[in-house]
């Protein structure tokens, strides 16, 4: 038979649908484009019908696109498994580790990866950090092996693991008026202008939720993307806001105050989460047993 699809095109394929383009597919696996463009067309004219279309500047993945990138991930899925159980067949702790993460977990996460990455130099761990919203796509997709988020997701079925606390406080300026004082109650506080992360943000989401539960509605001054932009927010005398203690670790004290309010600090937790009724590869097993033994001291709820 003249046209088979090669292991090396499904590998090619594959990358062109993770990143959108032909260019950087080609320079992420060290091709030049006329290789990647020439093994598309072979792969191309085995399936028979298109597997991608140019819209702009951009690629798409048409219907039987869609279908194969689902089932490279399939086989590459069982590949990575297949070389992991040959590797500890020779007691090695050797494979690729994907993780995603919401974006308040780029405070710990490299920590954690870092001493992870000492322990067991034989895997290789790639972390993309982005908001809820976008962990829950990639969830879906099943783009990763572990994902992080401080909740389980109640649309997809999931297995959840509590690792870590993740207590939200009410944040604002040092010289705040509310500064100092003692058990402001949530009406008070939704007085205040509120600086709110961007929809489709874990943290907002609790905030609304409380907020909501309450009966009250927040007087959103702003909605900003990402912490750091909160914390200049803040700084700058804008409003008040929600955050995560981990998100204050580098911040000196002092530098901001946490208000003492009612409801507060939202004991939340840090998950780790993968789809229910899947098997996790033995990296992701040893991963997920070594966030499950972190160090107590950092599951208190306590707020400094
Ligand atoms: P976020 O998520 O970074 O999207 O706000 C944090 C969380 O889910 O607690």
Same mark, same amino acid.
């Given at each position: 038979m003249r046209h088979h699809s090669t292991f090396r095109q499904l590998e090619i394929f594959e990358a062109i649908a993770r990143l959108g383009s032909f260019t950087r597919a080609a320079e992420e696996l060290y091709l030049t484009q006329p290789t990647v463009s020439m093994q598309m067309k072979k792969l191309a004219d085995y399936v028979g019908v298109p597997l991608v279309e140019q819209v702009g500047k951009k690629i798409q993945l048409t219907d039987a696109g869609r279908e194969l990138a689902q089932a490279c991930r399939d086989v590459f899925g069982i590949m990575d498994r297949f070389t992991m159980s040959m590797a500890e067949r020779q007691g090695l702790k050797k494979g690729r580790l994907a993780l995603v993460a919401v974006s308040t977990a780029a405070y710990f996460a490299p920590r954690l990866l870092g001493e992870f990455a000492r322990l067991y130099p034989g895997i290789e761990v790639s972390l993309k950090v982005t908001n809820r919203e976008q962990v829950l796509a990639s969830l879906a997709d099943n783009l990763a092996d572990l994902y992080i988020l401080g909740q389980p997701p109640d649309e997809i079925e999931v297995v959840a693991e509590a690792f870590m606390c993740n207590p939200l406080v009410v944040l604002a300026a040092p010289?705040? %008026?509310?500064? !100092?004082?003692?058990? &402001? %109650?949530l009406a008070r506080l939704a007085q205040e202008p509120w600086l709110l992360r961007e929809p489709g943000s874990g943290t907002r989401m609790a905030v609304e939720r409380l907020f909501a539960e309450n009966g009250l509605e927040l007087r959103p001054r702003m909605a900003l993307g990402g912490n750091e932009a909160i914390k200049q927010a803040i700084l700058a005398g804008l409003g008040i806001s929600v955050i995560s203690t981990q998100a204050l670790v580098l911040n000196p004290p002092g530098q901001f105050a946490i208000l003492d309010a009612? !409801?507060? %600090? &939202?004991?939340r937790q840090w998950y780790a989460v993968y789809p229910a009724g899947r098997q996790l590869s033995s990296v992701s097993r040893t991963f997920l047993d070594y966030l499950l033994q972190q160090d107590r001291s950092l599951s208190t709820c306590a707020v400094p």
């Open positions: 010289d705040h %008026p509310l500064a !100092g004082q003692k058990d &402001i %109650p009612q !409801g507060f %600090p &939202i004991c």
